[in-house]
C-alpha cells in the first residue's frame, strides 16, 4: 500500500483552447511546468474522442473512435513516472448527445472547450510499472524530493509510511536547532542547516547537498553531545499493521 502526505505543491487552472489535442495538450503543460507528479481533473466538451474500454483481463483494449461532441461527465489523469519518462493516464467518463455512455483510457481527443485544474505534488515523485498480475499499471514507490537540487533522495518504501509529528506531544520530540546533527539509518550524519517549523528542516548531507526533511517520517532519540552539539538519533517511523 502506498500511501503519503504530501506539503509542497503548486495549483493551476486553465482551458485547452477549441480545436487543441487534449491528451498532447496535457503531456505539454507537464513539460513545459515541470510536473513529475500530479493530478489533472477536467470538465467541459471534448469531440471524436478515442477510447480504450476495461477488457475482461483488466487491460484497456485497442483505441476506439467515438464520431461527434461529447459532455465530460467524468476525468481524472494522474501524472507520475515510468522510467525517464511521464506516465500520463487519462480515464473518462463521457456522454454523447443521446445519452450513451462511454468510460476508458482516454488515448486522445479534440478540445471542444476543456476546463482543467491540477494540483502537483512537488515534494514526491511516483514511479508506475506493468503489474502482470492484474494487467495494469500500478504505482511501484515513492521517492521524496531534495529541494535545492535536481536530485532526489531514494527513500524506497519510507514516504508512504509517513505519519505526521503532531502524533508525538511536544515535549516527546526533541526541538532541533540549527547545528544539532541527526544520525540518519539511510541518509548517514547531517547536519541541521535551517529550522523550518515544528514539521520541516533543512539537512546538509555528507555529499555537501542541502535536503528537506519532513520530522513526521521520523522519530527522534537524543543521542551524545559531540563538541557543544547535540546529535540526534533517527529512526524512521512506521505505521502499525
Same mark, same amino acid.
Given at each position: 500500500?502506498?500511501?503519503?502526505?504530501? $506539503?509542497?505543491?503548486?495549483?493551476?487552472?486553465?482551458?485547452?483552447?477549441?480545436?487543441? =489535442?487534449?491528451?498532447?495538450?496535457? $503531456?505539454?503543460?507537464?513539460? #513545459?511546468?515541470?510536473?513529475?507528479?500530479?493530478?489533472? &481533473?477536467?470538465?467541459?466538451?471534448?469531440?471524436?474522442?478515442?477510447?480504450? +474500454?476495461?477488457?475482461?483481463?483488466?487491460?484497456?483494449?485497442?483505441?476506439?473512435?467515438?464520431?461527434?461532441?461529447?459532455?465530460?461527465?467524468?476525468?481524472?489523469?494522474?501524472?507520475? %513516472? &515510468?522510467?525517464?519518462?511521464?506516465?500520463?493516464?487519462?480515464?473518462?467518463?463521457?456522454?454523447?448527445?443521446?445519452?450513451?455512455?462511454?468510460?476508458? %483510457?482516454?488515448?486522445?481527443?479534440?478540445? +471542444?472547450?476543456?476546463?482543467?485544474?491540477?494540483?502537483?505534488?512537488?515534494?514526491?515523485?511516483?514511479?508506475?510499472?506493468?503489474?502482470?498480475?492484474?494487467?495494469? =499499471?500500478?504505482?511501484?514507490?515513492?521517492?521524496?524530493?531534495?529541494?535545492?537540487?535536481?536530485?532526489?533522495?531514494?527513500?524506497?518504501?519510507? +514516504?508512504? /509510511? +509517513?505519519? =505526521?509529528?503532531?502524533?508525538?506531544?511536544?515535549?516527546?520530540?526533541?526541538?532541533?536547532?540549527?547545528?544539532?546533527?541527526?544520525?540518519?539509518?539511510?541518509?548517514?550524519?547531517? /547536519?541541521?542547516?535551517?529550522?523550518?517549523?515544528?514539521?520541516?528542516?533543512?539537512?546538509?548531507?555528507?555529499?555537501?547537498?542541502?535536503?528537506?526533511?519532513?520530522?513526521?517520517?521520523?522519530?527522534?532519540?537524543?543521542? %551524545?553531545?559531540?563538541?557543544? $552539539?547535540?546529535?540526534? #538519533?533517527?529512526?524512521?517511523?512506521?505505521?502499525?499493521?
Amino acid at each position: 500500500m502506498i500511501f503519503t502526505e504530501t $506539503r509542497e505543491g503548486r495549483r493551476f487552472v486553465g482551458e485547452l483552447d477549441p480545436g487543441m =489535442p487534449v491528451v498532447q495538450g496535457i $503531456r505539454s503543460l507537464v513539460e #513545459d511546468y515541470s510536473i513529475s507528479s500530479g493530478w489533472f &481533473r477536467g470538465s467541459g466538451f471534448i469531440r471524436d474522442p478515442l477510447v480504450r +474500454a476495461l477488457q475482461e483481463d483488466g487491460g484497456y483494449g485497442d483505441p476506439m473512435p467515438h464520431p461527434g461532441h461529447y459532455l465530460v461527465v467524468s476525468f481524472e489523469a494522474p501524472v507520475s %513516472q &515510468r522510467g525517464e519518462e511521464a506516465d500520463i493516464a487519462v480515464r473518462v467518463l463521457l456522454s454523447n448527445t443521446d445519452g450513451t455512455m462511454v468510460a476508458g %483510457q482516454l488515448e486522445e481527443a479534440i478540445s +471542444a472547450s476543456l476546463e482543467l485544474a491540477c494540483q502537483t505534488y512537488d515534494d514526491i515523485t511516483l514511479r508506475r510499472y506493468h503489474d502482470d498480475e492484474i494487467n495494469n =499499471p500500478r504505482w511501484l514507490d515513492v521517492s521524496v524530493n531534495v529541494t535545492e537540487s535536481a536530485e532526489v533522495v531514494k527513500s524506497g518504501r519510507v +514516504a508512504m /509510511e +509517513a505519519m =505526521p509529528s503532531r502524533l508525538l506531544e511536544p515535549n516527546e520530540m526533541p526541538r532541533l536547532k540549527v547545528g544539532d546533527y541527526l544520525q540518519h539509518p539511510r541518509l548517514g550524519q547531517c /547536519e541541521v542547516v535551517k529550522v523550518i517549523d515544528d514539521d520541516r528542516a533543512s539537512i546538509r548531507m555528507s555529499t555537501g547537498k542541502i535536503a528537506q526533511l519532513h520530522l513526521g517520517l521520523l522519530s527522534l532519540s537524543r543521542g %551524545q553531545r559531540s563538541q557543544g $552539539r547535540m546529535v540526534y #538519533d533517527a529512526q524512521i517511523r512506521r505505521r502499525n499493521r
